[in-house]
Structure formats: C-alpha cells, structure tokens
C-alpha cells in the first residue's frame, strides 16, 4: 500500500530554514503530484505547497511565496519543503500528501488528495 513518511521537523528561531522531507513507497512515485499541507494548533489543515508529477509546475500558498521551496527527486520518491526565513506563525504539523490521479494538477484542496503521512512538528520559537 502507498506509503508517505515525513521528516525533518524540530525546533527553529525566527528567521531560521528547515528541510522537510517525504519518502513515498508503495507505488510508482513519478506519477502523482503531491503537496504539503500544515495545521496548527486548534485551526483548520491548510495548505502549503503543492507540485506535479514531473516536478514542473509548483503551487504556493501566498503565506509562504518567495520564503518556501517546493521540489522533488523522483529517482529517490522523495519530495521536499525547504522553509526559510521561518516565523512563528508558521509553526504547526506538517503533512505531506499525494493525489490519486496520474498527471494531475498541484492542487491547493485538500479533498483531491488521497493518501497522506503521519506529519511532522515544525515550532518556530520568537
């Protein structure tokens, strides 16, 4: 079955960077795109980035254009979030997640994606 694990959260100031990682298995990677999406604490799941299957296109919440980068290496079925200049707002779990459709576009709803991991806990101290 598909499987998505997140890595890379922790503990970071403001103004600091943080990789995110998502390892995928389970099925054939390149094929799906998939997306990053965040909840904080007693607020609903948003989201974040998102990114085709060939890696091409890409998709930014306005909350994080020009401070986030979304990618992926389809070699490793791997994607990731590289997060700089980090505020306290954007501290909460991180989610990545894949959509079920080959070739689809970097969707932003979080209803068209089907399989998603376990999260990963970003806290951005002041």
């Known amino acids: 079955q598909v499987q998505l694990v997140e890595s890379g959260g922790g503990l970071v100031q403001a103004g600091g960077s943080l990789r995110l990682s998502c390892a995928a298995s389970g099925r054939t990677f390149s094929l799906y795109a998939m997306g990053w999406f965040r909840q904080a604490p007693g607020k609903e799941r948003e989201f974040v980035a998102a990114?085709?299957?060939?890696?091409?296109?890409?998709n930014y919440a306005d909350s994080v254009k020009g401070r986030f980068t979304i990618s992926r290496d389809n070699a490793k079925n791997t994607m990731y979030l590289q997060m700089n200049s980090l505020k306290p707002e954007d501290t909460a779990v991180y989610y990545c997640?894949?959509?079920?459709?080959?070739?689809?576009?970097?969707?932003?709803?979080?209803?068209?994606?089907?399989?998603w991991g376990q999260g990963t806990l970003v806290t951005v101290s002041s």
């Open positions: 990114i085709t299957a060939s890696g091409v296109t890409n």
């Open positions: 997640a894949s959509r079920n459709t080959p070739f689809s576009g970097p969707s932003v709803d979080s209803k068209t994606y089907t399989f």
